[in-house]
């Protein structure tokens, strides 16, 4: 895949990651539920590369605040967008550059950027004292996103697979 084409698909992935959120306020507010924003960058990384996936996944949460107001600045914004390009990068890295089976690359990139999701909230309580505790906040936000997860599971490899198979 030549650069202008990488670059052309992370923009279409990065747009998926801002439109398919809304989608999801439209019907409720079910974003920590189904994690819309996640598969794209998931996918991106899986396809693209670490590099590219890590742009997306730094990318995508700063744009779609600044452009739909989610996620909200603080304390949301900076931790999402640690996980998600933590998804991008690892997924990426392991898929493409290490040529790990598609599904264990996916829970390993899954499961680090959870990691990363606890070490921001460490940070952000030690340095701007917002009042979440890491363990607590990754524990709710794994049982809350259980229905997202059990999504990216089946969804991104199928979907990964046939983007493969077209190009």
């Known amino acids: 895949m030549t650069t202008s084409s990488k670059l052309t ?3 279409v992935f990065i747009a998926f990651g801002v439109i398919l959120p809304v989608a999801f ?4 507010a079910m ?5 819309p924003m996640h598969i794209p960058i998931l996918i991106a990384g899986l396809f693209l590369g670490a590099r590219a996936g890590f742009l997306t996944g730094l990318i995508t949460p700063g744009l779609s605040s600044l452009l739909t107001g989610m996620p909200p600045l603080m304390p949301t914004l900076p931790i999402m967008t640690v996980e998600l390009s933590i ?3 690892i997924g990426g890295f392991l898929y493409r550059q290490k040529g790990l089976p598609l599904l264990l690359a996916l ?3 899954m499961i680090t950027g959870r990691l990363a999701t ?5 940070i952000l309580a030690m340095t701007v004292h917002i009042k979440l505790q890491p363990l607590t906040y990754l524990s709710g936000a794994v049982l809350t996103g259980l229905p997202g997860i059990a999504i990216q599971l089946v969804l991104i490899p199928l979907i990964v697979n046939r983007l493969k198979s077209v190009n």
């Open 31 to 35: 974003g920590p539920v189904f994690l």
């Open 25 to 28: 306020h439209y019907v409720g």
């Open 87 to 89: 998804y991008g990068l």
């Open 107 to 109: 829970v390993v990139a």
């Open 118 to 122: 606890a070490v921001i909230v460490y």
């Open 9 to 11: 698909t992370s923009a």
